[in-house]
């Protein structure tokens, strides 16, 4: 196997773990890490379709190459804002959870939210 | 087998084994300790892919600042109580079948590719010369692709403004949190001491010779911003006022210069975004600089978080 197919095998083996991740784990922290799993794998799969499109004097196709770059530091300015949310959310209430159930039921021996 | 097909199996492995470790670890600090591994691991398949200039942001970006951010936010919710039940056996078989599924289309995906595959290179060497660049990665952000990038950097400043927009309103103006403890080890003050002078020199290097080889304004200001979170993280410096003048305009000047230079395309070279014959490169070069600034200014804002205390007089 060639390192393209390898690292895009690995690629969809990453969307695959990650969207696992996503829907299992209830803690909102690790659904991040989990969403950004995702992304390096999509951001590898694209990466393998600059690879391919390698011709004449380029090893790679440098407009994929471009755009994972970019993908990059919005992935990150994204994490950012939802951590800044989440802190936000346990600052205010003590609990971040995405459980809308959590938010109604009786808390310290008081009725509704 | 050569040795370099039996390490990029092996380097597969790790990487995989390494993601699975994130979502399965037990606290979410070792699991973004684990993260940040991966991160650095990923940077080498990047190499391997022929893709430096992506492995240098990978690595400045997707595994260290990102690293910066999730192991600040982790110490911090780690210490709340759980708030939820794990879920029951049947959503996750549920959830691992939908996974399964989805990973084996793309990998499909991946076997079936178009062959020969599409690619943009033929176009973009065409014109490499005219833009006085070498490196083409480069040439597509900045100059084929330039309007992306522009708009990529509003996203940034709309996530610096995202993020100080949580803050309590009395707060507004004010300065985030230090980003260490009150008395921090003497050992990250004398790195931050020792590391940011050379980093700074690193960071302007990459942004300059990115025009003709792998690096680039992303990359040095990736690795300008991580000087300032070491300096922030030794409490050498702190976090600046969100309300201060200068701050904001050095944020939006990355944006703004691009676009400006942009608008003034039409006057010079014919059209929006266009650069004049034989001008190209330095003021690709000018445009990368306020980008450069913008960058190492955003990251460490998006890093330090909201204001958490009262602007002052």
Known sequence: M???IIAGFVGAGLVGLGLYALIVNPEPLKKLLAFNLIGSGVFLVFGIVARRGAVGVFPF???PQAMVITGIVVAFAASALAVALMLRLAEESGRVTLDPDAWTKPDDGAEGP | MTLFDALDLALAAIVLGLAAWTIAAREVFSAVVGYVAYGLLL????VRLYAPDVALMEAAIGSGVTGVLLVAASTRLGRLPKAEAPPGAALKIAAAALSLIVAGLLAAAVLYLPDPAPSLAPEADKDLAATGLGNAVTAVLIAYR???TMLEKVVLVLAVVGVWSVAPDRFWGGAPAPLGPAAPEAALVFLARILAPIGIVIGVQMFWVGADDPGGAFQG???LAAMWIIVMMARLAEPPRI???WLRL??????AVFLLVGLAGPLMAGSFFAFPAGFAKPLILFIEAFMVLSIALTLPLLVAGPPSREAGP
Not at chain 2, 43 to 46: K, R, Y
Not at chain 2, 250 to 255: K, Q, R, T
């Open chain 2, 43 to 46: 940077a080498i398949v990047w």
């Open chain 1, 61 to 63: 196709d440098p407009v």
């Open chain 2, 146 to 148: 330039s309007f992306d």
């Open chain 2, 221 to 223: 200001g990736a690795i």
């Open chain 2, 243 to 245: 309300g201060s003048g």
């Open chain 2, 250 to 255: 050095a944020l939006v000047s990355g944006p």
């Open chain 1, 2 to 4: 060639s390192p393209p």
